[in-house]
């Protein structure tokens, strides 16, 4: 009985974790539905709209380069603990923007967390996990991702983005 407690408790722990991919895959596809109504809007030019689009990115290669550090420094539950943290305030800050600068930098700030919950979530997933069934179990994080993604567009779609 305890094996099978602690493979759901390992079970539970990795879907909760392999979130992370989910909102990375989420956060790194929703621009493509919301760049219209942003430019209609800001009135952005081209530019900024490029801008808009790839801000994210840069959030995410800080977050990234910081994540290593984070994670051995916090531990790989409070790094995801923080990159949530970074999803949080990017989605409220992101949502009612007063200015197009704002919008920016609560798009970075949630590109840190992208890039955090990048590194830290398989960092996590293979640490709670037996070496045996390691290398079976750490592909949902990367399956999570692409399922974030599809599930942005399916909803751009549906709502009509």
């Not at 840190?112 to 037996?130: D, E, F, N, R, T």
Request: with cysteine; charged share 10%; glycine share 14%.
């Amino acid at each position: 009985m305890q094996r099978e407690g602690s493979l759901l408790y390992v079970s539970l722990l990795t879907l909760v974790a392999a979130l992370g991919g989910l909102l990375f895959g989420y956060d790194t596809a929703v621009i493509n539905g919301a760049i219209g109504f942003l430019q209609q809007h800001f009135g952005l030019d081209e530019r900024e709209e490029g801008w808009a689009t790839a801000c994210a990115l840069l959030g995410c290669a800080l977050g990234a380069a910081a994540a290593g550090i984070l994670s051995d420094r916090l531990g790989r539950k409070r790094a995801l603990l923080l990159a949530a943290v970074c999803f949080l305030v990017s989605a409220l800050g992101t949502a009612l923007p007063r200015t197009f600068l704002e919008f920016i930098i609560f798009r970075v700030i949630g590109g840190v967390g992208i890039g955090i919950a990048w590194l830290a979530s398989p960092l996590y997933i293979a640490g709670i996990l037996a070496g045996r069934v390691r290398g079976r179990v750490v592909w949902v994080d990367q399956f999570n991702m692409v399922l974030g993604m599809v599930m942005c567009f399916f909803i751009n779609y549906f709502f009509g983005a």
